[in-house]
């Protein structure tokens, strides 16, 4: 039995298959590639009108730096990349800004957002490109000039490169993977991009695996691309970089997947906690790797890339495309699509979404278009109901227990669902490609997750705003206890200031009597007023005004007499 597997793993050795490559669940559709890689990789108009969309990639949006009514060059920086994940725009022509205005973009939703939109001048002039001599600089300082690159992941994920290519003080990267498995049917953009411009990919590999230090590179390629594979060997044999592998793997749906890959070629199972890093490794696609050659070695931002245009059209391609362009453009240079197209789906049958128009532009994260029609995609029919026949389970490459998290997502049980891995899903639509029943498992696993993103959302809204009602009844019950002790201290403040003034007179009688004396003053005082302001000349008047001042004083008296009898009454202490 020993001898057998010796001779297996000889044999895979020979081909350039890796010992390690079993493949875990996955699905194998109809591939349908062969009908665009007949052709090279063909050069599209420049259109007279482009849309870019500032939501490109990952991250924040970035900040708008030009006007409109500008004119721009060329590769010139539009918007600069804002916020610690995000990536730069770049004027993919040169032309003058027609509007910075919301327009409709390719996304799911198929809402409107923030686009730049530049008329072309026809001249398509570059404005000033500076390569970096990147074998001669430190890391931080690649990492900033990539900053304003605008590259980000080509194969689909458009996260950041210049984020990816960071690295951990603490965790040695020691392989870098290309990943150049391409396992989605219909796409060929990367088959034809390893078969034409291999050299140039390991130029990017080169300037990857130096700012990653990396000891190794291993490119996997799948085995339905023969030609690709021979192209990169040939490529790596003429080739300066060290510890350089092409490693052939089976050709099963979800290959391409970072985790999937790495387990193929390395044979490492990275944590659903952690990322890829963390055992050592990062990830590439060869698209973005050709991408950081052209900005390093020519000072070239990140403008275009290779899309395939195929399906229901007259000649299905591959073509270099401008980000902005029309959609329309590219499928006029495809001969135009045929009779019973009836959407268009940007990226794989797998996981792709349909376009909301046929205006909008192509992006960063566009690598496939793909002209649909009846006979091609045939409408799903109606969902039955499950019969527990566990073919999803065994398809999932990521050993999830698809049916459970469907039965959970179906009936809002979001909790299990969480329990039972549902963040672990990559939706790649292989549990809903094998179930009998047609049941759209990955449109119940995408609901469950928004609502628990959602619950999670309001519940840390709730927290904070509850964490802010706390510190505001803290602070008010701080301030009542400040005033509080403030009013205390005035009041022992005062009480010390008479005791002062009391142990002072008890302690100086000649104070004492002064003060006696002073008291004694002002009482004659106030009598020698009252005398002034006794009535004058009265001895002389008339009997009858004698009479009535007489009456007056006497009431008077009465008066002076019941307020003393009142306070006698109220306290006779005071009176004695």
């Known amino acids: 039995m020993n001898a057998l597997l010796n001779i297996v793993h000889q044999v895979k050795n020979s081909f350039g298959l890796s010992a390690n490559n079993t493949v875990r669940g996955g699905v194998h559709p109809a591939e349908h590639k062969q009908e665009s890689t007949t052709l090279t990789i063909g050069s599209l108009a420049l259109s007279k009108r482009l849309v870019l969309p500032l939501r490109q990639h990952v991250g924040h949006l970035p900040k708008v730096l030009v006007t409109v009514g500008q004119h721009v060059l060329k590769g010139q920086l539009l918007a600069e990349a804002e916020g610690n994940i995000s990536a730069a725009i770049h004027a993919p022509t040169s032309g003058v800004v027609l509007a910075i205005e919301d327009a409709l973009i390719p996304h799911p939703s198929g809402l409107p957002d923030q686009c730049i939109v530049l008329e072309s001048d026809g001249q398509d002039t570059w404005g000033e490109r500076v390569a970096i001599d990147w074998r001669h600089l430190d890391q931080p300082t690649l990492l900033a000039a990539l900053r304003n690159s605008g590259i980000v992941g080509l194969g689909g994920a458009a996260f950041p490169t210049q984020i990816k290519l960071r690295t951990n003080p603490k965790v040695q990267i020691k392989t870098l993977v290309v990943n150049a498995a391409e396992c989605e049917p219909y796409i060929t953009c990367d088959d034809m991009l390893m078969r034409e411009r291999a050299a140039d990919i390991l130029k990017g590999v080169e300037i990857a695996q130096y700012l990653l230090g990396a000891e190794e590179c291993l490119i996997g390629i799948e085995d339905n691309k023969p030609e690709a594979a021979e192209a990169m060997r040939q490529a790596c044999a003429n080739s300066a970089v060290k510890n350089l592998q092409v490693i052939v793997v089976p050709t099963q749906y979800p290959s391409g997947d970072a985790r999937q890959l790495i387990r193929l070629l390395t044979g490492m199972e990275v ?58 453009d590219l499928i006029a240079a495809a001969g135009g699509a045929l009779d019973q197209t009836d959407d268009y789906i940007m990226g794989g049958p797998m996981m792709g979404f349909s376009l909301p128009s046929v205006d909008v532009p192509i992006t960063k994260a566009a690598n496939c278009i793909i002209a649909s029609a009846p006979q091609l995609f045939a409408p799903p029919p109606p969902a039955m109901p499950c019969i527990r026949c566990a073919r999803c389970a065994d398809v999932c490459p990521v050993s999830l227990q698809p049916q459970e998290l469907y039965w959970f997502s179906k009936s809002s049980n979001l909790e299990k669902a969480r329990d039972y891995k549902l963040f672990d899903c ?128 006497a009431r008077r008296d009465a008066a002076k007499q019941a307020v003393q009898a009142q306070l006698f009454e109220s306290d006779p202490q005071d009176n004695k």
């Open 271 to 328: 944590p659903n906690d952690k990322r890829s890093t963390d055992v050592g490794v990062q990830c590439f696609n060869v698209a973005t790797l050709l991408a950081l050659h052209r900005y390093f070695d020519f000072g070239e931002p990140a403008l275009s890339r290779v899309v395939t245009i195929t399906g229901n059209v007259s000649t299905p391609r591959n073509y270099e495309v401008l980000f902005g362009t029309p959609v329309t």
């Open 426 to 553: 990559i939706e790649c639509g292989c549990c809903t490609y094998a179930c009998p029943s047609n049941i759209p498992l990955v449109q119940y696993y995408r609901f469950a997750k928004s609502e628990i993103i959602a619950q999670d959302r309001a519940k840390e809204a709730a927290d904070l705003a509850r964490e802010r009602n706390e510190f505001r009844l803290m602070r008010i019950e701080r301030e009542k206890q400040e005033r509080a002790q403030k009013h205390a201290q005035k009041a022992v403040g005062a009480q010390t200031e008479a005791a002062k003034e009391v142990l002072a007179v008890s302690a100086n009688p000649e104070a004492d009597a002064a003060k006696k004396a002073a008291i004694a003053a002002a009482i004659e005082r106030a009598k020698a007023q009252k005398a002034a302001a006794a009535p004058q000349n009265i001895d002389k008047v008339e009997p009858a005004v004698q009479a009535e001042i007489a009456k007056i004083d």
